[in-house]
């Protein structure tokens, strides 16, 4: 059986996408929304932030990855348009070799001439051709993690399985609730694991959870591995 593979990497935005509009726009910073690619679209929605009324139309004007741009909602912050891109000789390699693989984007937030993916694999055997295409084409990535998928809809979250399971049991227990239903030390008991380590469990999963739902732009996969974290807070 094949085993879904997460691949978190950056990616040089004059391999990718809008090295142009990133040159032009420096502050500008830009997510798109989850899309499985393909020959025929690469995602298509795309949230820009840091923006004064026009820059992004502006800035994509002449860039060669694109051929429209559409807006569709604006906000004090942030506008979502829908991106035409140039799917035939303008797009980067790196896009080439993600859409000639089974594969999906989980997030893709850029800034400053690079962009930060993650993307899910079929197998562990397609992960390997789309970094064996990029190698191949000069498409220089800078893996930070590989993994298999671990747990129910928790890989694309950077969420270990400790983790979620820690967020889950102490939501369930009422920990969160105002007033709390359980404290820490009944919720830790409930893990098995000691309250520091239970406490340490609890930020990073929170840490992850905003940097890969709300946050555009930040950081992913925060934490260190649970057993060797739980290990320094004295937890099992």
Same mark, same amino acid.
């Given at each position: 059986?094949?085993?879904?593979?997460?691949?978190?990497?950056?990616?040089?935005?004059?391999?990718?996408?809008?090295?142009?509009?990133?040159?032009?726009?420096?502050?500008?910073?830009?997510?798109?929304?989850?899309?499985?690619?393909?020959?025929?679209?690469?995602?298509?929605?795309?949230?820009?932030?840091?923006?004064?009324?026009?820059?992004?139309?502006?800035?994509?004007?002449?860039?060669?990855?694109?051929?429209?741009?559409?807006?569709?909602?604006?906000?004090?912050?942030?506008?979502?348009?829908?991106?035409?891109?140039?799917?035939?000789?303008?797009?980067?390699?790196?896009?080439?070799?993600?859409?000639?693989?089974?594969?999906?984007?989980?997030?893709?937030?850029?800034?400053?001439?690079?962009?930060?993916?993650?993307?899910?694999?079929?197998?562990?055997?397609?992960?390997?051709?789309?970094?064996?295409?990029?190698?191949?084409?000069?498409?220089?990535?800078?893996?930070?993690?590989?993994?298999?998928?671990?747990?129910?809809?928790?890989?694309?979250?950077?969420?270990?399985?400790?983790?979620?399971?820690?967020?889950?049991?102490?939501?369930?227990? @009422?920990?969160?609730?105002?007033?709390? @239903?359980?404290?820490?030390?009944?919720?830790?008991?409930?893990?098995?694991?000691?309250?520091?380590?239970?406490?340490?469990?609890?930020?990073?999963?929170?840490?992850?959870?905003?940097?890969?739902?709300?946050?555009?732009?930040?950081?992913?996969?925060?934490?260190?591995?649970?057993?060797?974290?739980?290990?320094?807070?004295?937890?099992?």
């Amino acid at each position: 059986m094949n085993e879904s593979t997460i691949v978190q990497t950056r990616i040089p935005a004059d391999r990718f996408l809008l090295a142009e509009t990133m040159a032009r726009g420096p502050d500008l910073v830009y997510e798109a929304e989850p899309f499985v690619l393909s020959d025929s679209d690469l995602f298509p929605y795309l949230w820009v932030r840091n923006h004064t009324d026009v820059d992004f139309e502006v800035h994509a004007e002449g860039d060669p990855t694109v051929r429209a741009v559409e807006r569709l909602a604006a906000f004090d912050h942030e506008i979502l348009y829908r991106v035409h891109w140039n799917r035939h000789g303008g797009v980067g390699a790196a896009v080439e070799a993600i859409v000639d693989e089974p594969s999906a984007v989980l997030q893709a937030s850029g800034r400053d001439g690079e962009w930060e993916v993650k993307l899910r694999f079929d197998s562990k055997a397609a992960a390997s051709a789309f970094h064996d295409a990029c190698a191949a084409t000069d498409v220089r990535l800078h893996i930070s993690q590989v993994h298999r998928e671990d747990g129910p809809r928790t890989s694309q979250w950077s969420l270990t399985t400790g983790q979620r399971q820690a967020l889950v049991t102490a939501l369930e227990m @009422g920990y969160f609730d105002v007033p709390r @239903g359980a404290t820490a030390e009944e919720v830790s008991d409930a893990l098995g694991i000691s309250d520091a380590a239970l406490s340490q469990r609890l930020r990073r999963a929170t840490t992850n959870l905003v940097s890969n739902t709300i946050t555009i732009g930040g950081p992913t996969g925060v934490g260190h591995p649970d057993a060797a974290a739980d290990e320094r807070a004295g937890g099992s």
